[in-house]
């Protein structure tokens, strides 16, 4: 019982002093608003305890607004107008939306969920990291946890590193040579067999994260700290050093009062990760605004570049929620049309369709190697010779199906862009529709381990698909 007691009095105590500070707030508030109110009504202002600041003498029109009072005008429209669109917005994602296999327009309130959870505030750069396994999981990660941008420092970036016979439809057996290179382009090393296929795995799971991420490449540092001094960004460089300053908001609430700022996160950050090996170069820790560092309790002093990146910027939500889905309306407008047509264009074309327009960019690729053995004066046998007297019409016949393909995916969505449905708010894949990413091969030669386990045992999805729903938005589009 005096537990329960002093629990209600502490309660009550509470309960109270809000209720002071809140009434304190009203009061201020109010009188504040008052004389904000007279400014810009003085025909309506009222005589409190004498002349009020609003209240004006004598005959003929009132005087002329002043260019303060015009602005405060302005600035509470424009505030209005932003606290609706956030209202909205806040409305649209607090509302719990799942995924589920029923679920109408499921990959478009998909990617809407995503989009909406987007920023663009926080921009992540990785400098001269040369680790495709921590490449393709920084993209990953980074493109799981909401960050739209990417900026890549030479010596290597994925696209231009990962060079390959086939690089839009390869798979990793197809794969014959394989350099790594600096993105100057200087040969670095030929790649062993086994590097070239671990590789490649890791190439093609990080190329499906780059679908929706935006990633810029720079071949040097200076060229990445103007671009984002140009476009207002802070620059944060994480460092081991002991100058560098904890990510805790203890640490940065005391940066941000030295620097008179009211948020311990700025409006527009870049977050700078460099090599395992040895971090960040000089030249960026000395551009950085502020040197930061994860706090560590073990004997490792450091960590995998990728998990670092994983932990670095999830603590950076975690410090400033508001972060999450900071992105301008037009940008995610942008966003929309790519996404949603891109995701039509997966869906459009039938297995048979598929099928072909694989065969047709397998032969033009491989006239074009046929082709470089020719300019390297190889000599070619008859029936390479007919290859290459075939590439023009059934290169033709593949343009023509990515032109109207093109066309179809854009006819799909066009409405969908300036009218998005309401979209998933958790990104969890429905329970009867989870998947595990592992080839064929692999899930095969588990099949007696992984029986019945929840992301193997599939639900296939016969109506509502989003394939049919891409089609029967063509289909109506055609007709009307």
């Not at 190439?203 to 490449?217: I, Q, S």
Request: hydrophobic letters at 35%.
């Amino acid at each position: 019982m005096t537990s329960s007691r002093g629990g209600v009095q502490t309660f009550l105590a509470g309960a109270v002093c809000s209720a002071a500070i809140i009434y304190f707030y009203q009061k201020v508030s109010g009188t504040r608003t008052r004389r904000i109110e007279s400014q810009l009504n003085p025909n309506e202002a009222k005589e409190e305890g004498g002349d009020d600041l609003g209240s004006f003498h004598g005959c003929g029109p009132p005087p002329p607004e002043s260019n303060v009072v015009i602005a405060a005008r302005r600035q509470s429209n424009n505030e209005g107008r932003d606290k609706k669109k956030k209202d909205d917005d806040f409305a649209a994602l607090s509302e719990i939306r799942m995924d589920s296999c029923s679920l109408d327009q499921r990959m478009i309130r998909k990617a809407e969920g995503a989009i909406r959870n987007r920023t663009s505030r926080l921009i992540v750069v990785v400098e001269r990291c040369t680790n495709d396994h921590n490449y393709s999981a920084i993209l990953r990660t980074v493109e799981a946890l909401g960050v739209q941008h990417v900026y890549i420092i030479a010596p290597q970036c994925i696209q231009s590193t990962l060079t390959t016979n086939n690089e839009d439809d390869c798979e990793v057996g197809d794969i014959k040579v394989m350099e790594l290179k600096r993105s100057s382009g200087q040969l670095i090393k030929k790649a062993t067999e086994s590097e070239i296929r671990d590789r490649a795995m890791h190439h093609l799971y990080a190329r499906k994260a780059t679908e929706w991420l935006t990633v810029t490449d720079f071949d040097e540092t200076k060229a990445c700290i103007d671009s984002l001094r140009k476009d207002g960004y802070q620059i944060w460089a994480t460092d081991l050093g002991q100058v560098a300053t904890c990510l805790t908001e203890e640490a940065l609430r005391a940066h941000a009062e030295n620097e008179n700022r009211g948020n311990i996160i700025p409006e527009k950050v870049a977050i700078v990760f460099g090599t395992e090996a040895v971090g960040c170069t000089n030249e960026m820790l000395n551009a950085a605004d502020l040197r930061v560092y994860l706090p560590l309790r073990g004997f490792a002093d450091s960590l995998n570049l990728s998990v670092a990146t994983a932990l670095v910027v999830h603590q950076m939500f975690l410090l400033d929620p508001s972060l999450i889905g900071a992105m301008g309306e037009e940008e995610r407008k942008q966003l929309r049309q790519a996404w949603y047509a891109k995701l039509a264009s997966q869906r459009l074309l039938s297995s048979a369709d598929k099928k072909k327009r694989a065969k047709l960019v397998s032969f033009i690729k491989a006239c074009e190697e046929i082709n470089k053995k020719r300019l390297a004066g190889v000599q070619l046998f008859q029936s390479e010779l007919d290859k290459l007297g075939k590439i023009g019409p059934k290169q033709a016949e593949l343009d023509a199906i990515d032109v109207k393909l093109e066309a179809d995916s854009q006819r799909a969505v066009k409405d969908l862009v300036d009218n998005p449905p309401a979209p998933i708010t958790d990104m969890r894949r429905a329970d009867e529709h989870r998947t595990c990413f592992v080839g064929k091969k692999t899930k095969s030669s588990h099949s007696v381990a992984w029986a019945n386990m929840p992301a193997t045992a599939n639900l296939r999805v016969g109506q509502n698909t989003s394939s049919s729903f891409f089609r029967q938005r063509v289909t109506t589009e055609a007709s009307e």
